[in-house]
C-alpha cells in the first residue's frame, strides 16, 4: 500500500511551479472560451482587474471580522467591493456540520454589489473544487490564498 500522503507531499515543490501555472493557464483559456469570451493575455488580464477595481470602495478579507451582517453594514457606508471570509477549500468540500459551517461564508448579503469567495488551499482539486462552487453560487470573482 502507497505510503499516506502528508500536507507536505501536496505542496507544489517549486521545481514544478512553472509546469503548473502553464496547466492553469491553459485550463483558464479553456474556461473563458467556453463562457463565451475571449481569453485574456497576462497583462490584459491585469489592466481588466484594474479598470473594474478603479474608483472602487473595497472591504478587505478579515477572518472573523468580515460576517455577512458586518459586510451589510459596510455596503450600507458605501463599500462596493466586498470578500467573504476566508473559507478553507477543502472544508468546503465536507459533507456534515462543518462542510455547512464552511458553506455559508458564500452567502452574500442583498445590498452586496460586487461579492468575492477568499479560498485557502495550496491543492489544485480542492482549489477547482472551491472555485467551481464558487461560481454555482452567484460569487462575482475569487481571492486565492495559498498561506
Ligand atoms: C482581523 C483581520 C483579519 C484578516 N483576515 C484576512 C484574511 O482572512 N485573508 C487575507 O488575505 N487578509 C486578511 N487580513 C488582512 C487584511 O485583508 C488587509 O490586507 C490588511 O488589514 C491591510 O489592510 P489595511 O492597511 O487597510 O488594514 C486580515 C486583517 C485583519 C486585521
Redesign the pocket.
Known amino acids: 500500500m502507497a505510503p499516506r500522503a502528508t500536507r507536505r507531499d501536496r505542496i507544489v515543490p517549486e521545481s514544478r511551479l512553472a509546469e503548473v501555472f502553464e496547466r492553469i493557464t491553459q485550463e483558464t483559456k479553456i474556461m473563458q472560451q467556453n463562457m463565451g469570451r475571449a481569453p485574456l493575455g497576462r497583462d490584459e488580464a491585469r489592466l481588466d482587474v484594474q479598470a473594474r477595481l478603479k474608483d472602487q470602495l473595497i472591504l478587505?478579507?478579515?477572518?472573523?471580522?468580515?460576517n455577512l451582517p458586518f459586510r451589510r453594514l459596510c455596503a450600507d457606508f458605501g463599500a462596493n467591493v466586498t470578500?467573504s471570509?476566508?473559507a478553507y477549500a477543502r472544508m468546503l468540500m465536507k459533507d456534515n456540520l462543518v462542510g455547512r459551517r464552511e458553506r455559508s461564508r458564500l452567502y452574500r448579503a442583498p445590498n452586496e454589489q460586487c461579492f468575492g469567495l477568499?479560498i485557502?488551499t495550496n491543492v489544485i482539486s480542492e482549489g477547482v473544487f472551491a472555485g467551481k462552487l464558487a461560481r454555482e453560487s452567484g460569487i462575482d470573482f475569487i481571492?486565492l490564498?495559498c498561506g
Open positions: 478587505a478579507p478579515l477572518t472573523r471580522g468580515g470578500y471570509e476566508m477568499q485557502a481571492d490564498n
